[in-house]
């Protein structure tokens, strides 16, 4: 998987806690996303960073905050976890002018 | 961002090519066609992607019609393997925000 990890891999939490999920890379890509994995809704884009301390919002952004504090390193963030955000969660990576993105192994998270 | 459209479902034999539409009516001069696959339980992965003219590579082919509205990923000969959700997305010329959508969903009958 292109030298990325994603932490945890799987999650059960309860209704409002707060939940961090973390993407590490290894490439020195400058690019990082977010995206959640739903049936019938195909992979949305959450947030996605374009370089240290530098992220913008994707389709779906809304109850979910990012940071980047190091290249290698995006954290996604539900401050307050509902049910909704039951999901599958992959992280990714990507260079300028390389054209391609490469995926993490997902992290699935449950919220009861 | 430009839309494409494809269907939700297609079916093919073992051994047989595989002809995979996309739709992009609106698709701008600078946009790239790319085409990746989700494999189950896998995030996806990266299968070709052009301009303007055809492409080829070990994976797959992909056809581009000439006012670059459509184009056709063709698996030249499916295995089980091939058994996955393919993507068709669009990206501007810089590149850098991939939007998936629901792709297709192929599957390959033994």
């Known amino acids: 998987d292109a030298g990325i990890t994603q932490s945890p891999r799987h999650k059960v939490t309860e209704t409002g806690t707060p939940v961090t999920l973390r993407c590490h890379q290894t490439e020195n890509h400058r690019y990082m996303y977010w995206y959640r994995q739903d049936p019938g809704h195909g992979l949305r884009l959450i947030h996605y960073s374009y370089g240290v301390k530098d992220t913008d919002k994707g389709e779906v952004s809304d109850g979910y905050s990012v940071s980047r504090s190091k290249t290698e390193d995006f954290l996604l963030t539900l401050e307050s976890a509902t049910s909704s955000q039951t999901s599958v969660y992959f992280c990714?990576?990507?260079?300028?002018?390389?054209?391609?993105?490469?995926f993490g192994p997902g992290t699935r998270l449950t919220v009861t | 961002d430009a839309k494409t459209t494809q269907p939700n479902s297609m079916e093919s034999n073992e051994e047989e090519p595989v002809h995979l539409p996309c739709n992009h009516s609106?698709?701008?001069?600078?946009?790239?066609i790319h085409w990746y696959r989700q494999l189950p339980s896998q995030g996806p992965e990266y299968v070709i992607h052009?301009?303007?003219s055809n492409v080829n590579n070990r994976m797959a082919s992909l056809a581009i019609a000439e006012d670059r509205k459509s184009s056709t990923l063709i698996l030249h000969r499916a295995t089980l393997r091939d058994a996955a959700v393919y993507y068709c997305i669009l990206t501007s010329n810089t590149g850098n925000q991939f939007y998936f959508g629901t792709g297709t969903s192929l599957t390959v009958i033994p």
């Open positions: 990714a990576i990507s260079e300028p002018g390389r054209r391609q993105i490469s």
């Open positions: 052009g301009l303007t």
């Open positions: 609106t698709i701008s001069g600078t946009d790239y």
